[in-house]
Nanobody
Framework: QLQLVESGGGSVQPGGSLRLSCAAP????????IGWFRQAPGKERGGVSC????????YYLDSVKGRFTISRDNAKNTVYLQMNSLKPEDTAVYYC?????????????????WGQGTQVFVSS
């Protein structure tokens, strides 16, 4: 079963940066649209960004536009989420997943098994 592995989280001050990585042992990530999701304490998990399998189209949640950048490195079979200008409201566990679709306007439904996620904590 497809299961992705997240890493790169940590604790930073507001305005700081982190780069999250998403790997897929045994699978080729460039065969899938890949999305990043996050779940803050007491809230439902929601989509943050995705990158298309085909033409590299990307989607961003309005609240992260201009601060987060999703990218692929097919040679390393890794998808990244570069997060700059972090805010306390970005605090959450971040997950990556294959998704059914990805366009500039929306992120599709995730499928496969969820990984453990990676914790991002933004606080002064």
């Amino acid at each position: 079963q497809l299961q992705l592995v997240e890493s790169g989280g940590g604790s930073v001050q507001p305005g700081g940066s982190l780069r999250l990585s998403c790997a897929a042992p045994g699978f080729r990530l460039d065969d899938y649209h890949i999305g990043w999701f996050r779940q803050a304490p007491g809230k439902e998990r929601g989509g943050v960004s995705c990158i298309s399998e085909t033409d590299g189209r990307t989607y961003y949640l309005d609240s992260v536009k201009g601060r987060f950048t999703i990218s692929r490195d097919n040679a390393k079979n890794t998808v990244y989420l570069q997060m700059n200008s972090l805010k306390p409201e970005d605090t959450a566990v971040y997950y990556c997943a294959a998704v059914t679709s990805c366009s500039a306007l929306s992120i599709g439904v995730p499928f496969g098994a969820w990984g453990q996620g990676t914790q991002v904590f933004v606080s002064s």
